[in-house]
Every structure is written in structure tokens, then in C-alpha cells.
């Protein structure tokens, strides 16, 4: 049997923190949405497990997030067998894009069906949980809120279809994640209200409003990276209404009011350097596709 899915990325309309935990992690509520800049995982029976990559710029398949998938749902349904696993990757790397969980959330949800193993979807949350925070969200795709770690999962409406500018300015930031939350202070802490609020307005149906969105990243990536600040303003000065960041950056994003202004605001940012992805936001449907091919 082959099998092909989809990985996509993510965005998250809110993201806040609300403190530090015991256990070295800090207290998220953030809501999260899929969007159609995806990779794609084929998976076909084998006696081992294999991962290829298109991609040159991933750690070595024994340390990858897909394979660390598989071989921990391997290992804990002791299951035999394996499965030769090829990842095209086209959502950028460490970019708060959330590509690498998707890729681990495709690998369990694919090699669960290849094994024949009907899992439920309780067990595959737990799997997910240990792999990564951000890999039972893409367990369900669409539009969530995600608490805790960022691993306890709760379905909202879908978010009005939204097309969305997805800008990533040339920086690479070593242990990025690690970074961005080592400069949080007590200051930067909130109690979920933003994230509140935004669920709320799904589930009554109201417009969203980009005066909705928050990051409590935003500001302290612009502080601290310039070559962020730079792409922001090249972006406001082409017109952009506001500037979000992608989780914890380095990647941006814009919400164009129409295809000139979208197109207007992607050569601003070719011209400062960065690389632009045009999404769209993806329902839960369509991002839990899975492609039986033939041999």
C-alpha cells in the first residue's frame, strides 16, 4: 500500500503565555489555523523505516520529528514492520510555521492506517504529545485552541476563508524557540483573555478583525532581530494594514485586502530580501486528506 498526505503549516491568530510551568515549559493559550502552504509525506510498506527528504536543511532522519513519529508509534504498539517514508518539503524550516510537528502529525496519522492499527484518536494525541506541543494540533487541522503545552486540544468554527501573505525574512535563529521564550518577562505574561475573545467571536460568527489578532512575541522579535523591523516596515510602507508574526517568528504575515494588494506586498518583500508563500486558510477537511496512490 502507498499512501500521500498532506503536512500543512500553521498560523496562529493569537498566542499568549501565561507563565512558566514545573516542568520547564511555560502555560500557552494560543489558537491555531491551518493554511494551505503544505509538504507532503508518501508512505509505503517496508521491512524497515526510511525517511528521504527533498530537503537538504533538516537534521539527519534519525533526529527528524517524522521519524522520532514513527518510530515511537512503532515501538509502543510493537508493531514489526516498517515503512519507507518521503517528505517534500516546502513550508520553511524553523520559521514559527509549525512545519516539522505537521510533518510528525502526518507521519502518525498515515502510518496508522499503513499498519492497519485503528488507533483511536485519544491514543494518537497522547503519541503526539510526547513527539512535540505543536503535533496533536495537526492531528485535527482547521481552526483550535490550544492550551496547556500547547498540546490540549479544542475544535472551534472554522475562521472565514482568509487569504494570507506569508512572509520569511533572510535570518536564521539558532535554538529559536529556546530564544524567543528566554526573553519573556513577568511583563509579557497574560491570563487568555485575547485568545478568549477571538474564540468567542467564532463561535458567534462575527467578522474577524485584525485588531483581533495578538502575539506576545510580536514586538520582542521586532525588538530584537532588525532585520524583522526592516521587513515590517517595507511591508507597512507598501500599504500593509498590520504586520502579524508566524508563532515565534521569524516569519511573518499579512492579511491582503484583495489580490493587488497582495501582489503589491510581495514584491515589497522580494525587494527587502524575504521570501513570500500566497496561502489560503484550510478547514480540518481538507487538511486531514489522505491520498491512496496506486502502485
Request: charge should be negative; charged fraction near 25%.
Amino acid at each position: 500500500m502507498r499512501l500521500r498526505l498532506l503536512a500543512p503549516a500553521k498560523i496562529n491568530w493569537t498566542l499568549e503565555v501565561l507563565g512558566p510551568r514545573p516542568d520547564d515549559f511555560h502555560e500557552v493559550k494560543t489558537i491555531l489555523q491551518t493554511i494551505d502552504l503544505c509538504d507532503k509525506l508518501e508512505l509505503e510498506t517496508a521491512a524497515d523505516l526510511a525517511l528521504e527528504t527533498t530537503s537538504e536543511d533538516l537534521p539527519p532522519p534519525q533526529d527528524d520529528l517524522t521519524m522520532r513519529a514513527a518510530r515511537l508509534l512503532r515501538e509502543r504498539m510493537g508493531y514489526s514492520g516498517g515503512a519507507r517514508m518521503r517528505l517534500t518539503k516546502t513550508i520553511p524550516i524553523a520559521a514559527g510555521l509549525g512545519g516539522g510537528s505537521s510533518d510528525a502529525a502526518a507521519a502518525l496519522r498515515g502510518l496508522d492506517r499503513l499498519w492497519g492499527l485503528a488507533l483511536p484518536h485519544e491514543r494518537l494525541v497522547e503519541l503526539a504529545a510526547e513527539v512535540g506541543s505543536d503535533v496533536a494540533f495537526f492531528l485535527r487541522g482547521g481552526t483550535a485552541l490550544a492550551e496547556a503545552r500547547g498540546e490540549q486540544i479544542t475544535p472551534l468554527p472554522d475562521a472565514p476563508r482568509t487569504a494570507i501573505l506569508v512572509i520569511v525574512p533572510p535570518l536564521s535563529i539558532a535554538e529559536k524557540t529556546r530564544r524567543m521564550y528566554s526573553l519573556l518577562s513577568f511583563k509579557n505574561y497574560s491570563d487568555g483573555a485575547a485568545s478568549d475573545r477571538f474564540a468567542d467571536a467564532l463561535r458567534q460568527g462575527r467578522p474577524l478583525k485584525e485588531s483581533d489578532l495578538y502575539d506576545v512575541f510580536g514586538s520582542l522579535a521586532l525588538q530584537t532581530f532588525p532585520e524583522l523591523q526592516t521587513c515590517r516596515q517595507a511591508l507597512i510602507q507598501a500599504g500593509a494594514d498590520a504586520v502579524h508574526l508566524a508563532g515565534s517568528g521569524p516569519a511573518l504575515f499579512v492579511l491582503p485586502r484583495d489580490e493587488e494588494q497582495g501582489e503589491r506586498l510581495a514584491g515589497a518583500a522580494a525587494d527587502a530580501g524575504a521570501k513570500t508563500f500566497v496561502a489560503t486558510t484550510m478547514v480540518a477537511s481538507q487538511a486531514l486528506v489522505v491520498d491512496q496512490l496506486s502502485d
